[in-house]
């Protein structure tokens, strides 16, 4: 008996699936499944047999959201999934992002919407509800998309504390929840507000990507349109932690994705700027910082003998928990990259795939 390292790819043609042992040094590359699809969230979930959730939306079809118990061999749509009430005005255009409950809720799973909202099913997913208090926030009025859509893509559940909730909504900005949904406060102090002319102070930051530290349940940390952040009292106030991310200059770094480790190393590939969106220079650099250090440092040049105009999305990096860890991302051109000595040296895995807009890890037993 064994692990079994899969890392789970969300496209805009379909699902992948790398499937590697422990060691992750060969990787076997299988699908696409729900072929023709856009996949903006894929989980794998272990709590009661392996189980491949999806988030999937088509221009014809709409946002769903499809099950396979199979290693994604088939699958089945769930018919009561996330859906506004007509009497909302919203509209479901995709799944953004899909997140079990925290260890006490081996029933829960959450999903992230577009248009913004949150929806909660206490039953593995067979049937859903809103937690329509944050969209009935007093700021809902002023809520204003950015390029991506109007889109709620990041969900952190306290894995002690499940009734305390945070999300990220571009580009709206950070709400935290401490009574489980019922009530929502904003949580955007010190970052750098985008000028959407609405009319709410509170409102209006355009989030990248927030990831939580795995030690240390108040610190939070972010790419925002406007610069690298970090929280350490929940949210309650963000400061910025650029020194050493010199991509533009004075000017603060722009990227999207940010991923942390077990061990506390965070890590970026930043971009050229908000117009460009590309590697500086064609050149793949991945950034590492500690949480307890103060400098970012250029760690891996990916792909040195190449040129790489690409860029990496909000949801396209990734790391595990194995010993040592994985970091992994996947890029629009469809190249899947993975590293064993936090971010030092890369290899590219097989395949070439269409655009990638979700790297997720699914570690299983043998």
Not at 336 to 365: C, H, M, N, Y
Request: glycine share 12%; aromatic share 10%.
């Amino acid at each position: 008996m064994g692990n079994r390292v899969r890392l789970l790819v969300g496209t805009n043609k379909g699902v992948f699936m790398y499937t590697s042992t422990a060691d992750r040094t060969q990787w076997e590359l299988s699908g696409p499944f729900l072929a023709g699809w856009e996949a903006y969230s894929v989980l794998g979930d272990s709590r009661h047999g392996d189980t491949i959730y999806a988030g999937t939306s088509h221009a014809a079809y709409g946002a769903t959201i499809r099950v396979s118990r199979d290693y994604g061999q088939s699958w089945t749509q769930i018919e009561e999934g996330p859906a506004y009430s007509a009497e909302s005005g919203f509209a479901l255009n995709r799944i953004w992002q899909l997140l079990p409950g925290a260890p006490s809720q081996p029933d829960t799973l959450y999903a992230g919407v577009e248009e913004a909202g949150l929806f909660v099913s206490h039953n593995r997913g067979r049937t859903w509800e809103e937690l329509d208090a944050l969209t009935k926030h007093p700021t809902r009025p002023g809520w204003f998309g950015g390029a991506g859509g109007m889109c709620l893509h990041t969900i952190i559940v306290d894995p002690v504390r499940p009734e305390r909730i945070w999300v990220a909504m571009s580009a709206v900005g950070v709400f935290r929840t401490e009574d489980g949904g019922a009530t929502w406060r904003t949580s955007n102090a010190g970052l750098a507000r985008v000028p959407t002319g609405q009319p709410y102070d509170e409102i209006g930051y355009c989030i990248h990507k927030m990831v939580a530290d795995p030690d240390r349940p108040d610190t939070l940390y972010m790419q925002e349109h406007g610069g690298v952040f970090r929280s350490d009292d929940a949210g309650d106030s963000w400061y910025p932690i650029e020194e050493g991310l010199t991509m533009r200059g004075a000017d603060a770094p722009f990227g999207f994705p940010i991923s942390v480790s077990k061990t506390g190393d965070l890590f970026l590939i930043p971009l050229e700027s908000s117009e460009q969106r590309t590697m500086k220079d064609g050149r793949m650099l991945v950034y590492r910082r500690h949480r307890d250090e103060t400098v970012w440092q250029p760690v891996g040049d990916v792909v040195p003998e190449e040129k790489r105009h690409v860029s990496v999305l909000r949801d396209a990096m990734t790391v595990d928990a194995l010993d040592p860890y994985g970091l992994y991302f996947g890029t629009t051109s469809g190249e899947v990259f993975a590293s064993l000595d936090r971010g030092v040296s890369w290899q590219r895995l097989p395949g070439q795939l269409s655009r990638i807009l979700s790297v997720k890890i699914w570690i299983t037993e043998d």
